[in-house]
């Protein structure tokens, strides 16, 4: 048994059955996260308020194609085309829209309900301000800058305005406006709804506009129904259903009549000003009419010459042109340099027509000087009568176009709201909670599973190839079990012959002094002659186990200042004998790496039949790997659970090589109900 093993290769674990056996083992811990998570799934759910969803259904128009080429030149001038859902989205979302529903409704002021328990189980009540003018906070201390305020219900009908001091400021009823003067300032406060019992108390505060803004858009939502329909559903949650209708109503209200201003405001003073301009070009028609018809009168014509007739139709037609040539060469000036090729020819255009209508001009001179005087004031009165059609036609186009414009948008559904609420979905975050609680335990399990180190000593001799002799249970009376049967596995092995053990730990704490005293008093008790070296020179303690308090020791041996016989003390327990380390040196490597203690450990190991020595840990210096070198075997004590795998074998590769001694582990601290137990789980 003493003889090492060879190292056979790790056979590799399906991932998942290693999962569900951590689980199954860790089944408490995993339903106690599960449970408590669920506990907070249920609190949070419970917790978080419902809220609801009202919506309505909007129907916005644009301008009609028919209705754009009938207007012409105007229409184009005052943008008339028709406008996009989207454009109309943007505009209901605007602050111009946002900021007079916020006035109108008062909802930056908020009354938060205060009490737990009330919160809990949804009887916290309701308060909706209307109205609220805090003092202004320059005239406060610095210390009360936006501090909330309280409001206390005194009964169904009255309420108590506290200041952030808690101090009285004023009494008032629901739906009337209350004001009083406050340090300087004024308090006012006009309470719309109030849904509490007696003696609730409420927190008040006042957002700024742009926070209230922004609350706002993040509740409302705004799109198309389908593509280019024109239908745009508007929807708003809240946590009450009532207060969410009266919100999406508003909205709508305040958009429809914005919406209606915005459309017809440029419209409406184009008309205006068109309108004014009426009754003067009228006035200018009929004077110039009555001036041509009296001249007619007076020279007794009643109509002009064929000749004349022709000329005129031949200037007015000119007129006309070089009129509209100049309409639209304003036009394309407003998009192009006057160098564009477009514009350089309506320039020549129009300069061609002007010396046309010059040489018109000329051939009247040629006429009689009545017919000349006719041809120019029948010019005149027709120049006057187009400019009074254009013009009564543009007015009568805008009026239908203003007209039209009040119906761009129309409510298809008011708003309504849903009665069950849109969220929370507290099954969702039930079951959530339930699925992180498994999550977080299987996470706590694989970490300390990783911390907590290698616990299966089946696991560490199939991949050290080291024998492990033994479990030993936490505990001084847990222990005998673990000890009897280490000293039977070292007993059997050493079966007529003297044996020199070396006990060393992988780390200092793990208990290789106490599993070496306590086994050589085991030893001892069975009747073997045992001698125990407390072989930590720099630390070693060993004494205070047996109440001895000698400056002899191993030290003074190896240093030829004191003999065996008269350094290694008796104890009280027969058969057991005990050297201490004497007095502690600084370094001790050199000394276990000389001969004199090779020597030394040849001299003891002929009186006794077990020389067991206490060394230091592993990690902490090599004095162990140099005293197992005259040593028959090597006991390597191992904290159970406290180790990796790597620092195990790490720790094993630090003892010499075979052929050399024999190595064997010891769990020590072993914390389970039976080693049937550990057998049991190692196995699976």
């Known amino acids: 048994m003493a003889n090492e093993k060879k190292v056979t290769p790790n056979p590799s674990k399906n991932p998942w059955l290693e999962l569900l056996e951590d689980l199954w083992t860790n089944k408490i811990l995993v339903v106690v996260y599960v449970f408590c998570f669920a506990v907070l799934g249920a609190f949070v ?117 506290l200041d952030d001091l808690h101090k009285k400021v004023l009494s008032c009823s629901p739906g009337k406006l209350c004001s009083v003067p406050y340090m300087g300032d004024t308090a006012a406060i006009q309470v719309s709804l109030m849904k509490a019992t007696q003696g609730q108390k409420f927190k008040v505060t006042q957002k700024m506009m742009i926070k209230a803004v922004n609350k706002i858009v993040k509740n409302l939502s705004i799109s198309e129904v389908g593509k280019k329909t024109g239908i745009l559903n508007v929807s708003y949650q809240c946590q009450y259903p009532d207060k969410a209708v009266i919100v999406v109503d508003s909205l709508t209200s305040i958009y429809l009549r914005l919406n209606e201003e915005f459309g017809s405001s440029d419209m409406k003073s184009t008309l205006a000003l068109l309108e004014a301009q009426l009754p003067v070009a009228r006035k200018t028609l009929d004077s110039l009419m009555l001036s041509l018809n009296e001249y007619r009168e007076k020279i007794g014509s009643a109509d002009i010459a064929a000749e004349t007739k022709i000329t005129l139709e031949s200037q007015v037609r000119l007129q006309q042109q070089i009129i509209q040539l100049e309409q639209m060469r304003e036009e394309k000036a407003r998009l192009f340099d006057v160098s564009h090729p477009q514009i350089v020819t309506m320039d020549k255009q129009i300069a061609s027509l002007k010396r046309e209508l010059a040489r018109a001009g000329s051939q009247t001179k040629k006429l009689p000087e009545t017919q000349q005087k006719i041809l120019a004031m029948t010019t005149e009165a027709q120049y006057a009568q187009t400019i009074y059609s254009d013009l009564l036609k543009r007015v009568e186009q805008l009026r239908l176009l203003v007209a039209s414009s009040s119906e761009s948008a129309q409510i298809i559904d008011s708003a309504i709201a849903n009665p069950e609420p849109v969220k929370p979905k507290k099954k969702m975050i039930f079951l959530a909670f339930i699925f992180a609680g498994f999550c977080v335990a299987f996470g706590f399990i694989s970490l300390r599973k990783k911390m907590k180190g290698v616990s299966d000593p089946f696991l560490v001799s199939k991949t050290t190839g080291v024998s492990v002799y033994s479990l030993i249970s936490k505990g001084e009376a847990e222990s005998e079990e673990g000890l009897q049967t280490l000293q039977l596995s070292l007993e059997l092995e050493s079966f007529g012959k003297n044996r020199v053990l070396c006990v060393s730990g992988l780390l200092p704490g793990v208990g290789c002094s106490f599993v070496a005293n306590r086994l050589a008093r085991s030893l001892a008790m069975s009747g073997k002659k045992v001698l125990l070296v407390d072989a930590d020179l720099q630390n070693g303690n060993l004494g205070s186990l047996f109440g001895m308090n000698g400056s002899e020791g191993l030290v003074e041996v190896l240093a030829g200042k004191t003999s065996i016989q008269s350094a290694i003390h008796a104890s009280k327990t027969p058969n057991l004998d005990v050297l201490l380390s004497g007095n502690h040196l600084m370094c001790s490597e050199g000394v276990f790496g000389a001969e004199k203690f090779t020597n030394f450990v040849k001299l003891v190991r002929d009186g006794y039949d077990f020389v067991i020595l206490d060394t230091p840990a592993l990690g902490v210096r090599r004095d162990a790997s140099l005293i197992s070198r005259v040593s028959d075997e090597v006991l390597l004590v191992l904290e159970y659970g406290r180790h990796s795998l790597e620092s195990i074998q790490e720790g094993i590769a630090l003892l010499p090589k075979m052929p050399g001694p024999a190595k064997v582990i010891a769990f020590n601290k072993c914390v389970f109900l039976s080693d049937k137990k550990v057998f049991r789980r190692s196995q699976t």
């Open 45 to 161: 759910a419970q917790w978080t308020r419902p809220v609801y969803e009202a919506s309505a259904l909007l129907q916005v128009k644009s301008k009609t194609s028919s209705l754009t080429a009938m207007l012409g030149d105007v229409g184009s001038l005052l943008g008339v085309g028709g406008g996009s859902s989207d454009t109309e989205i943007q505009l209901m979302q605007s602050r111009r829209v946002l900021d007079e529903l916020i006035d109108s409704l008062g909802l930056q002021n908020d009354a938060w309900p205060m009490g737990v328990l009330d919160r809990l189980l949804h009887r916290e009540g309701r308060i909706d301000i209307r109205y609220l003018k805090l003092p202004n906070f320059a005239v406060l201390d610095p210390d009360r800058y936006k501090q909330p305020w309280f409001l206390v219900v005194d009964d169904s009908v009255s309420f108590t305005l």
